[in-house]
């Protein structure tokens, strides 16, 4: 590969990785506005079965089942999110000469899983066994 298609992956894979990061930031802000709304749940929560209303009364009237499942959604977008901007991370450093063992060293993580994550395909993460 010479400079100039070096410089061209290279900037491709910032890009990606600026991207990623974004959408990270933009996973995290959702999780964020759940755990708040779980937050003031919990507290209106507490008040009523404080008060004397049934288990059951509070949990309809809160949509328990709903907030679980939503908060459980934002979870898996954050989890997703982070998975694709450490492997766009990954490879990046991969381009820039860093070999994979390095990479693990320097995430914490095992090579194994470094190798696994770069390759992969961009849009789906590897199914956890």
């Given at each position: ?13 910032r ?10 930031d ?13 937050k ?15 288990a059951?009364?509070v ?5 328990v ?9 934002a ?6 999110s ?28 095992s090579r ?6 770069v390759?992969e ?9």
């Amino acid at each position: 590969m010479d400079s100039a298609q070096f410089r061209r992956r290279q900037k491709t894979l910032r890009d990606e990785a600026v991207r990623c990061i974004a959408d990270l930031d933009v996973a995290i802000d959702g999780l964020i506005r759940e755990l708040q709304g779980l937050k003031r749940a919990n507290r209106t929560k507490t008040r009523r079965l404080a008060r004397g209303d049934g288990a059951s009364e509070v949990t309809r009237a809160l949509r328990v089942g709903t907030r679980h499942a939503n908060l459980n959604a934002a979870l898996v977008r954050v989890q997703q999110s982070r998975h694709r901007a450490q492997r766009a991370l990954f490879l990046m450093a991969e381009h820039e000469g860093e070999s994979l063992a390095e990479v693990a060293r320097t995430w914490g993580i095992s090579r194994q899983l470094v190798s696994r994550m770069v390759g992969e395909s961009p849009r789906r993460p590897a199914r956890r066994r």
